[in-house]
């Protein structure tokens, strides 16, 4: 299984994760303000 790793959690962030998740990438999402990830 592949792994990403998503840096920001804004739209872009949480949509470019989706569609990962969605092509079966295992994903893990970071950002500055650790309550937002």
Do not use: F, K, N
């Amino acid at each position: 299984m592949r792994t990403a790793l998503v840096i920001g959690t804004g739209l872009i962030g949480t949509s470019a994760a989706l569609a990962l998740v969605g092509r079966g990438v295992r994903v893990h999402l970071a950002d500055r303000d650790p309550e937002q990830a």
